[in-house]
């Protein structure tokens, strides 16, 4: 039986996702609606900036309007500002190639933030894992371990509602659900 899982990485980030390798390519397709859902729990109907690194001319970002390029440290970027994100670009978002290999990120900061979305690229791109980027204070979130998981950031919704709602989200493949704690100074499940 597949499970859902959902880490509290510390006190400020969380990860949801599969074991991998994924078991079938049927586990692959509901994960990916799973996914889905979970970024429209996370950012429907909000202010967002997409965060395509060393975007493609097939990137999402390129098809939609209000966006721009920004080098950083010699890297391409291109910033997709969204004012309200809808359920059909969340799903867009969820099975483009660039999300699924943590090339597209969702960052709550609206175009006004462009330096403080500078330094959290910054900070992001010269650590290991989100676990060791405490100093963002930005919400952020990206796909991670080859697309079976979504780190959240700093998520504005609380623990309780995000551990019940990936509850929920477990129920339509018929997955069962649990959530472990990992301590990010050792990166160790505590018992």
Request: hydrophobic share 45%; aromatic share 8%.
């Amino acid at each position: 039986m597949t499970t859902l899982l959902l880490k509290l990485l510390g006190s400020n980030s969380i990860e949801i996702g599969l074991p991998v390798p994924l078991e079938t390519i049927d586990v692959y397709w509901q994960w990916r609606q799973v996914a889905a859902q979970f970024l429209s729990f996370a950012f429907l109907h909000r202010s967002a900036c997409l965060i395509t690194v060393s975007p493609q001319r097939w990137s999402l970002g390129q098809e939609l309007k209000a966006n721009s390029e920004i080098v950083v440290d010699h890297k391409p970027y291109l910033l997709t500002f969204i004012d309200s994100c809808s359920a059909e670009l969340l799903a867009e978002v969820s099975e483009s190639e660039d999300f699924e290999r943590g090339l597209l990120w969702l960052i709550a900061l609206n175009e006004n933030h462009k330096a403080e979305m500078i330094e959290t690229i910054r900070a992001v791109t010269t650590s290991d894992s989100l676990l060791s980027v405490p100093q963002i204070d930005q919400e952020l979130m990206r796909s991670a371990g080859d697309g079976s998981a979504i780190h959240w950031l700093n998520p504005y919704k609380s623990l309780h509602d995000i551990a019940s709602a990936a509850a929920k989200l477990a129920q339509f493949p018929g997955w069962d659900f649990d959530t472990i704690t990992i301590d990010p100074l050792v990166n160790k499940y505590e018992e």
